[in-house]
């Protein structure tokens, strides 16, 4: 089964850069079978996608918030992460990795990890 | 606001069925397919229904999905005081280029 743990500051400045990494256990994120997504959940509110990558690298993000966000593969680690530049309040969330199924869904979740943005 | 709408908070006793609502459009669930996730307070979401109605391995059959037109229905059966949680749906949205997920719907077993 396949096993993800975010990990990365729990406190970022406003207008700094969000930095997480998402380690994956029992599956390679090479093999193809799953595009690798991370997902936010602000205080009280529901789910937000914010984007995904594939093994061959090629990402898809949130128009919303495409504009400020990268994410990357290092298959070496067997992770992968997300940038989230220019933060402000607003983007204060538990963050989520998650496996993404071509078919539609979100089978494996890491815990999540709570990020605050603040002075 | 979400886009799609599901009720906010639902409650039933031990033992009965309860079902939650998922409205959406065009863009999204009557043109793909729907998932839902279940969210202890404090936990991440898991898997319950994908494909509109296939379970994974470990999901009891008391829970059930099912869709019609431009709306999705989670079903739960044999409610228990453990069932108490949110609940999302989720589709992907042709429009928006985006997932999009319902607000999520408390649920209470008393």
């Known amino acids: 089964q396949v096993k993800l743990q975010e990990s990365g500051p729990g406190l970022v400045k406003p207008s700094q850069t969000l930095s997480l990494t998402c380690s994956v256990s029992?599956?390679?994120?090479?093999?193809?079978?799953?595009?690798w997504s991370w997902i936010r959940q602000s205080a009280g509110k529901g789910l937000e996608w914010i984007g995904r990558?594939?093994?061959?690298?090629?990402?898809a993000y949130n128009p919303s918030l495409k504009s400020r966000v990268i994410l990357s593969l290092d298959t070496s680690k067997n992770q992968f992460s997300l940038k989230l530049s220019s933060v402000t309040a607003a983007d204060t969330a538990v963050y989520y990795c998650?496996?993404?199924?071509?078919?539609?869904?979100?089978?494996?979740w890491g815990q999540g990890t709570l990020v605050t943005v603040s002075p | 606001q979400s886009v799609l709408t599901q009720p906010p908070s639902m409650s039933a006793a031990p033992g009965q069925k309860v079902t939650i609502s998922c409205s959406g459009g065009?863009?999204?669930?009557?043109?793909?397919?729907v998932s839902w996730y279940q969210q202890f307070s404090g936990t991440a979401p898991r898997l319950l229904i994908y494909e509109n109605n296939k379970r994974p391995s470990g999901i009891p059959d008391r829970f059930s999905g099912s869709k019609s037109g431009t709306s999705a229905t989670l079903g739960i059966t044999g409610l228990q005081t453990g069932d108490e949680a949110d609940f999302y749906c989720g589709a992907w949205d042709n429009s928006l280029s985006t997932w999009v997920f319902g607000g999520g719907t408390k649920l209470t077993v008393l």
């Open positions: 990558i594939y093994s061959s690298g090629r990402s």
């Open positions: 065009s863009s999204n669930i009557e043109n793909n397919y």
């Open positions: 029992g599956g390679s994120i090479s093999s193809g079978n799953y595009y």
């Open positions: 998650a496996s993404l199924v071509s078919g539609g869904n979100f089978p494996y």
